[in-house]
């Protein structure tokens, strides 16, 4: 089972994130030589769990206000003169 992975780690610097060991920066196991993987929060910043595709329940906050034309059904994109048939039948 995987480690939970932490969101706003202290020192994410000290760490190298690429898989579940979460090794030290100077004692890498499975770097096999190469640059530790950083944190998501040193490369994005504050707030980098907030989007993308693991993004955290976000998409709720996400939907059009009421009112608006993207959140009326059905809303019209140009205007019709009232004796303008809507249908495409001739």
Same mark, same amino acid.
Not at 59 to 64: A, L, T, V
């Given at each position: 089972? @995987?480690?939970?992975? &932490? #969101?706003?780690?202290?020192? &994410?610097?000290? #760490?190298?994130?690429?898989?579940?060991?979460?090794?030290?920066?100077? +004692?890498? #196991?499975?770097?096999?030589?190469?640059?530790?993987?950083?944190?998501? #929060?040193?490369?994005?910043?504050?707030?980098?769990?907030?989007?993308?595709?693991? +993004?955290?329940?976000?998409?709720?906050?996400?939907?059009? +206000?009421?009112?608006?034309? +993207?959140? @009326?059904?059905?809303?019209?994109?140009? &205007?019709?003169? &009232?004796?303008?048939?809507?249908?495409?039948?001739?």
């Amino acid at each position: 089972m @995987a480690k939970t992975f &932490p #969101i706003r780690p202290a020192r &994410p610097e000290l #760490i190298c994130w690429g898989c579940d060991r979460y090794c030290a920066a100077g +004692a890498m #196991i499975c770097g096999n030589g190469a640059d530790r993987t950083q944190h998501p #929060i040193e490369t994005f910043g504050e707030g980098w769990e907030t989007f993308g595709l693991n +993004a955290q329940d976000a998409r709720s906050e996400d939907k059009p +206000a009421a009112g608006t034309a +993207a959140g @009326a059904p059905n809303t019209p994109s140009t &205007p019709r003169s &009232p004796g303008q048939s809507t249908s495409h039948e001739v």
